[in-house]
């Protein structure tokens, strides 16, 4: 299937330490995103990777896309206690419509 | 800044009964969809809207579901009758363009039926 699969499902760190988040799929994109989700509220936009790009940053955030083997990863540098939330892969692709599928999340903790 | 916005947050129903939930996506936006989120599950596909149509929906997307864009503003999902597994955070999302990937998402509607 198209639908991104997250590794690891949880993840607590102390302030400061950079946490990163791994992303894999199983067929062609077009692109690949990170959303973020604060427990209980829509899910906000990060950052997208195209699939002809291998990485991409923005702030604090670092996204790389390996589309040989099928993964990305999300690097989130000198975390901080607002950091904390679910961050979920997602990847975008034409199957008739265009369709973004996401993944399970990773739950990142970060303790302050 | 242009926001998603959904209606009602929240919604308590009875087995069986039609639920109708709202979106009003961003004005520009040509792309609409329908997610769902199981509590503290992943976020799932139910459908994609677009040109005034269905582009495409997932297994999830029974015939007990429908959607509509009935004025040229709202977007809506009516779920004709619900299963106590029907309950859920439905998140509305929209999307500029062909050539734009990101997705802006509403806050979401609970829906909880007993």
């Known amino acids: 299937s198209q639908q991104g699969e997250e590794d690891p499902q949880a993840l607590s760190i102390q302030e400061g330490e950079n946490a990163t988040m791994n992303c894999s799929y199983k067929?062609?994109?077009?692109?690949l995103q990170w959303y973020r989700q604060n427990s209980g509220r829509g899910l906000v936009h990060l950052i997208l990777?195209?699939?002809?790009?291998r990485e991409k940053h923005s702030g604090r955030l670092r996204v790389t896309l390996d589309t040989s083997k099928k993964s990305s990863s999300l690097l989130i540098t000198a975390s901080r206690a607002a950091d904390t939330a679910s961050y979920f892969c997602?990847?975008?692709?034409?199957?008739?419509?265009?369709?973004?599928?996401f993944g399970a999340g990773t739950r990142l903790f970060v303790k302050a | 800044e242009p926001e998603v916005t959904q209606t009602p947050s929240h919604q308590v129903t009875q087995m069986g009964q039609e639920v109708i939930l709202r979106c009003v996506p961003i004005?520009?936006?040509?792309?609409f969809y329908w997610y769902r989120q199981i509590l503290g599950q992943k976020v799932e596909f139910l459908v994609s809207?677009?040109?005034?149509?269905?582009?495409?929906k997932s297994e999830i997307f029974d015939d007990q579901f429908s959607v509509e864009r009935p004025d040229g503003s709202n977007f809506t999902l009516k779920i004709r009758s619900t299963k106590l597994e029907d309950s859920a955070m439905y998140f509305c999302?929209?999307?500029?363009?062909?050539?734009?990937?990101?997705?802006?998402f509403g806050e979401g509607s609970r829906l909880t039926v007993l």
């Open positions: 999302a929209s999307r500029a363009g062909q050539n734009t990937g990101e997705l802006f």
């Open positions: 067929t062609s994109i077009n692109n």
């Open positions: 990777i195209r699939s002809n790009e």
């Open positions: 997602a990847t975008g692709a034409y199957t008739g419509g265009f369709k973004t599928i």
């Open positions: 004005s520009n936006h040509l792309y």
């Open positions: 809207f677009y040109n005034n149509e269905i582009s495409e």
